[in-house]
Nanobody, 119 residues
């Protein structure tokens, strides 16, 4: 079961760190969904070699990482913009061996955590 935490309200330019319990599977990452929009892949980590992947909209601002001792995957979000406002979901799937930005490739999801960027 994936459990997320760390969402909240932040001003533009601010930072937040999201946390999600790590799964035993190869790929884990984050999607987000804003009101009226489709779910969008944000960032993923491949556990076998810690390779990371980012959408163009967050590259250079967000960092995904994992802490083996804490059994947690993190998404550090810096330089947040109002366009980053969404519900953020952690996701994983035992079938994947490489990162995928397609939500239909993931069967296991967290409950979601709200991120609001507003002044």
């Amino acid at each position: 079961q994936l459990v997320e935490s760390g969402g909240g309200l932040v001003q533009p330019g601010g930072s937040l760190r999201l946390s999600c319990t790590a799964s035993p599977y190869y790929v884990e990452g984050w999607f987000r969904q804003a009101p009226g929009k489709e779910r969008e892949g944000v960032s993923f980590i491949v556990m076998s070699d810690d390779s990371t992947y980012y959408s163009n909209s967050v590259k250079g601002r967000f960092t995904i990482s994992r802490d083996k001792a804490e059994n947690t995957v993190y998404l550090q979000m810096n330089s947040l913009e109002p366009e980053d406002t969404a519900v953020y979901y952690c996701a994983t799937d035992p079938r994947l061996r490489n990162a995928s930005f397609d939500p239909s490739d993931y069967d296991y999801w967290g409950q979601g955590t709200q991120v609001t960027v507003s002044s």
